[in-house]
DNA sequence: ATGGTCGCGCAGCGA
């Protein structure tokens, strides 16, 4: 099963590529960040023609989630489901597929460190922490899907001196997506390709794409079952280049089936 | 030169 991660910043902006995408690397199971779609606007029909179930939580004009599958698509859950009030953005999105529990996450940006939206990133995080304790089995096949907006080490920018001090790298986020990972789960890209310096994200400006200057902040987080049948782990940089990229690159990882 | 670009939607915010 081929298992990918795109932050498609915008859904209709970038249909055509990842048709085009998906054509090409023909992935079972897609994680999609930032449709930027309500959920009537969502092309499901696009992808059903394509051979891929649906699942998508939408707002509009900000954030959206869903997950494509050819390999079955059941269980859909939206959000946390922990009793309290429901997360008012649509960052979040469960569903079965091929025997594994997939989720697409869309972690809050953060902004600053120290704004209002950096406390709502941790407490986001501590959530989707509590999700797991509360509703899921580490022994499970599970793969936690998505932009994470967090840089889990300085292996993982471009230059660590360049962001002392800034979100995506500070102390309190890296501790709360490794308190997700205690859990029991593995980052799957990084145990495939231990090399430094592979990034998933690159700026739109000053053409830091070609300057290799990028953050890997895309993963895909495996349970240790799922994670031990991992075979291949990219980033697809082909689809950074050309006309209308995302500013993002699609994660892929193949896993064999159980 | 201390910015630089996108997307959304039509100003300016968010990333």
Known sequence: MRIATWNVNSLNARLGRVEEWLAYAQPDVVCLQETKLADEAFPGLTFQALGYDTAHVGEGRWNGVAILSRVGLTDVEV?????????AEARLVWATCGGVRVASA????GREVGHDHFRYKL?????LRGHLEARCDPADDIAICGD????????DVWDPTAFVGA?????P???????????????AFRVLQ???????????????F????GMRIDLVLASRSLADRASFATIDRNARKGKLPSDHAPLLVDVADR
Do not use: M
Request: proline letters at 6%; aromatic letters at 14%.
């Open 79 to 87: 959000g946390f489901g922990d009793g309290h009030a429901d997360d």
């Open 106 to 109: 869309y972690v809050p940006n």
């Open 123 to 127: 407490d986001w995080l501590a959530r």
């Open 148 to 155: 994470f907006n967090i840089a889990p080490t300085d292996d």
């Open 167 to 171: 979100t995506h790298v500070s102390e």
């Open 173 to 187: 986020e890296r501790a709360a997506l490794r308190s997700i990972v205690d859990w029991g789960l593995v980052d």
């Open 194 to 208: 231990p090399e430094p310096r592979l990034y998933t994200w690159w700026d739109y400006r000053a053409g830091n």
């Open 210 to 213: 070609h300057k290799h200057k």
